[in-house]
């Protein structure tokens, strides 16, 4: 294979802005995941320190279902499925695969899966290796989910529905209208597969993401990411008992996989101890939303945010970068965002509330994005 078909395809991204690097964190944490601060949380870090000290091993030297398979993860999945209050939980390594092995392993063959639009890229992949028939509803509009399904009922289809959401949007920050979408799923008989990547230890009672009073109904499936506001790495698949076995044995994306760490197994449930206990957290971070409504939305003219993801949308995808690159030289880490993660002409600037940051930070943030864009 020759280079030159790789150079022209990275040389047109270049041109339209869109070439990415890789940069070293700098400045104030306004891009991180690190929603709690937790990352560099003492009480997580002393568990894993007592857990080498007891001989637990770093590596997990094969998958699950070969001599990958600890004690520290089938603890941590015993804790998370009373944690979220269903029957069973699966830990894999992130996110991204968990989506992927729900979606290209549970729908079958003539089974419709309904999917919002924005949800994220890592389902879309899922989507593309399912044997399922998949289509996208209009971002939180119900009625859309509904006149899909329909539509396929009408057209003969005879197979299951899967209703796919994100309950926060990672890019958008505004929440999935979940108790509309359980009651269309409860008059379909359909799956509700609900990630909870940006929710889980920022919202609900414990931490227990805005699925919580969801998440041990039959026909709802949760995924919940370790490696955001919880500060660790590896994700949670919380579903009734059969669909957990059902993965254990058909998903690829965790047959096949190198187990996670038990050292991050570990992390995993002390984390889960941390968040439970994070009333305080929750609270300093929902001033720090106060304040960024204050001090960022309302002089740009932007709706109040309803959650720790602060969008600023610029709309052409040299501007947004511009823009960035100049609140990183003023010592705010603030990332722009562009095609294909949001659509064209929605380039933005995904700002990230953490507690890595204080109300001060928030204020200067917005004095300098206030000079830069005006």
Same mark, same amino acid.
């Given at each position: 294979?020759?280079?030159?078909?790789?150079?022209?395809?990275?040389?047109?991204?270049?041109?339209?802005?869109?070439?990415?690097?890789?940069?070293?964190?700098?400045?104030?944490?306004? &891009?991180?995941? =690190?929603?709690?601060?937790?990352?560099?949380?003492?009480?997580?870090?002393?568990?894993?320190?007592?857990? *080498?000290?007891?001989?637990?091993?770093?590596?997990?030297? +094969?998958?699950?279902?070969?001599?990958?398979? &600890?004690?520290?993860?089938?603890?941590?999945? @015993?804790?998370?499925?009373?944690?979220?209050?269903?029957?069973?939980?699966?830990?894999?390594?992130? +996110?991204?695969?968990?989506?992927?092995?729900?979606?290209?392993?549970?729908?079958?063959?003539?089974?419709?899966?309904?999917?919002?639009?924005?949800?994220?890229?890592?389902?879309?992949?899922?989507?593309?290796?399912?044997?399922?028939?998949?289509?996208?509803?209009?971002?939180?509009?119900?009625?859309?989910? !509904?006149?899909?399904?329909?539509?396929?009922?009408?057209?003969?289809?005879?197979?299951?529905?899967?209703?796919?959401?994100?309950?926060?949007?990672?890019?958008?920050? =505004?929440?999935?209208?979940?108790?509309?979408?359980?009651?269309? @799923?409860?008059?379909? +008989?359909?799956?509700?597969?609900?990630?909870? !990547?940006?929710?889980?230890?920022?919202?609900?009672?414990?931490?227990?993401?805005?699925?919580?009073?969801?998440?041990? #109904?039959?026909?709802?499936?949760?995924?919940?990411?370790?490696?955001?506001?919880?500060?660790?790495?590896?994700?949670? *698949?919380?579903?009734?008992?059969?669909?957990?076995?059902?993965? *254990?044995?058909?998903?690829?994306?965790?047959?096949?996989?190198?187990?996670?760490?038990?050292?991050?197994?570990?992390? !995993?449930?002390?984390?889960?101890?941390?968040?439970?206990?994070?009333?305080?957290?929750? =609270?300093?971070?929902?001033?720090?939303?106060?304040?960024?409504?204050?001090? *960022?939305?309302?002089?740009?003219?932007?709706?109040?945010?309803?959650?720790?993801?602060?969008?600023?949308?610029?709309?052409?995808?040299?501007?947004?970068? &511009?823009? &960035?690159?100049?609140?990183?030289?003023?010592?705010?880490?603030?990332?722009?965002?562009?095609?294909?993660?949001?659509?064209?002409?929605?380039?933005?600037?995904?700002?990230? #509330?953490?507690?890595?940051?204080?109300?001060?930070?928030?204020?200067?943030?917005?004095?300098?994005?206030?000079?830069?864009?005006?």
């Amino acid at each position: 294979m020759t280079a030159e078909p790789l150079a022209r395809q990275l040389a047109a991204l270049e041109a339209r802005g869109r070439l990415r690097h890789l940069i070293p964190r700098a400045g104030r944490d306004f &891009a991180s995941n =690190d929603y709690l601060g937790l990352a560099g949380d003492p009480m997580i870090a002393q568990a894993v320190s007592d857990a *080498i000290a007891r001989g637990v091993p770093v590596g997990s030297g +094969g998958s699950r279902l070969l001599r990958g398979n &600890a004690p520290e993860h089938e603890g941590l999945e @015993a804790k998370a499925a009373a944690f979220f209050r269903t029957q069973a939980a699966l830990f894999v390594a992130n +996110g991204f695969v968990g989506n992927l092995a729900l979606f290209a392993t549970l729908p079958q063959r003539g089974d419709l899966i309904v999917a919002d639009e924005l949800i994220h890229a890592s389902a879309h992949d899922g989507f593309r290796m399912s044997k399922a028939t998949t289509v996208f509803a209009r971002h939180n509009d119900v009625q859309s989910f !509904a006149d899909l399904i329909a539509g396929f009922r009408k057209e003969g289809g005879k197979g299951r529905i899967w209703i796919a959401v994100e309950t926060l949007y990672s890019m958008d920050g =505004d929440l999935a209208p979940l108790a509309d979408l359980a009651k269309l @799923a409860a008059t379909h +008989g359909a799956m509700l597969v609900l990630d909870e !990547a940006h929710g889980t230890g920022v919202f609900g009672p414990g931490g227990r993401g805005l699925s919580a009073g969801l998440d041990g #109904l039959h026909n709802v499936i949760t995924l919940h990411t370790c490696g955001k506001a919880m500060g660790t790495e590896g994700a949670l *698949i919380c579903a009734p008992r059969l669909v957990i076995d059902y993965l *254990i044995n058909r998903a690829r994306a965790f047959i096949f996989s190198t187990a996670p760490s038990p050292l991050m197994a570990v992390a !995993a449930s002390a984390a889960l101890d941390r968040i439970e206990d994070a009333s305080d957290l929750r =609270d300093r971070l929902k001033t720090l939303r106060q304040d960024a409504a204050e001090a *960022i939305c309302a002089p740009l003219g932007l709706p109040t945010p309803r959650s720790q993801i602060v969008p600023v949308l610029l709309g052409e995808d040299k501007r947004a970068m &511009a823009v &960035a690159a100049a609140l990183q030289e003023a010592g705010f880490d603030v990332r722009g965002i562009r095609p294909p993660t949001v659509p064209p002409g929605t380039s933005r600037l995904r700002i990230s #509330l953490t507690l890595n940051v204080g109300r001060v930070d928030v204020a200067a943030l917005g004095r300098e994005l206030q000079r830069i864009v005006k």
